[in-house]
């Protein structure tokens, strides 16, 4: 096999990775939003033994991307796109940490009465992963029109975060009594907010992988 | 100049700009605290525009890094620590964005009564600083024992944090009209304990690339 055969094929390997670690990534924050919905400690436990699956990914194609770099010696395009990959698989494992962020703060609510209904969480946590499934095509099919799509989306985000905060610290100044549940609300809206951001960088290293120039998104 | 000696210098120069960005990084942490302290919305402002030289910093390093790796395709050990670099740096840049976070939160409680004094975050802020001055003096000086002192110092702060989360929340639900202010501080806390979390990060890649073997300084 030649060189380049080999290394398209070990690029395409370490892609399918990705995919897979976005999926685990999509299922975490999914889940750990169903827990936080449904009260349910199992499945935020669920969540949180999990991650280990994905900090093991992230490992797996952390050493794999430099055993290529290693052994081919890639330059140019090929080098930002290992590059690339590690970048996007970090901060995949880092929205995956946000779900685990959630499903503890879903473990310290337990289970008194919800206030989920004031807040706009479940619009920002189904945005968020309309744009991880957009930002995971985009890197695949080195789409650049998807990877701008992303960074509109996290605006939508940014607006529904501030409304939250709004909601939850006047309802706060009201129901002291609810202060842990609101707490922890408050941090899950943050949590959220900076998953939108992480998703955001993913769509800029695949834009820079694809142009060879840095984006910026978020501003 | 041999192609060792070439490799030597250039790693010689990425850990000057990693020194110069952890540098940076605590600069950006102790303004930022001060600007809390004093609710002094100039220096926050400060730490703002500042944090663009550490993303600079971050990228020239990223930069160089893959040109070194390009060039020279080193393997085994060397690429270990060319690829520490990478992530030291980009933890670094993380510490730092806490110190922009810091200084945002401050801008947000405005100049109300300070509510400070009621929690751990100046002891906090200080065991970071000291754990970050420890991670980078154990990366350049490749000491092992210093890397595990900042696992020791993490729990430190883990216990602050706990510590001060309770007895804001206490005084949340007496105080309502100081939520605003009560719910930026318990941010800061949070803000405080990752920031020692991503310092003990710095000392576990640090361990590893000693070591060429994973650690976990957190559990």
């Given at each position: 096999m030649s060189i380049r055969v080999n290394f398209e094929n070990n690029l395409e390997e370490l892609k399918s990775k990705i995919t897979e670690m976005g999926e685990l990534s999509i299922v975490a924050l999914e889940r750990s939003f169903k827990a936080l919905k449904t009260q349910d400690v199992e499945i935020a436990l669920k969540v949180i033994e999990g991650d280990t699956a994905i900090d093991n990914l992230e490992i797996e194609i952390n050493q794999f991307a430099i055993w290529i770099m290693a052994k081919e010696a890639p330059v140019s395009r090929d080098l930002r796109e290992i590059i690339g990959v590690l970048k996007i698989s970090s901060e995949i494992e880092r929205v995956a940490d946000f779900g685990v962020n959630i499903a503890k703060a879903t473990i310290k609510i337990?289970?008194?009465?919800?206030?989920?209904?004031?807040?706009q969480l479940e619009k920002m946590k189904d945005i968020s992963i309309e744009m991880l499934r957009k930002a995971l095509r985009s890197f695949l099919e080195e789409n650049i029109l998807l990877a701008k799509e992303v960074g509109d989306l996290e605006e939508d985000v940014d607006q529904y975060s501030a409304e939250t905060y709004k909601r939850l610290t006047a309802y706060l100044s009201e129901h002291s009594e609810e202060t842990n549940q609101l707490v922890q609300l408050l941090f899950v809206n943050r949590f959220l907010e900076r998953t939108a951001d992480h998703i955001t960088n993913i769509a800029e290293s695949t834009a820079y992988l694809i142009k060879g120039q840095i984006y910026d998104f978020n501003s």
């Open positions: 337990g289970n008194t009465t919800s206030l989920l209904d004031i807040t």
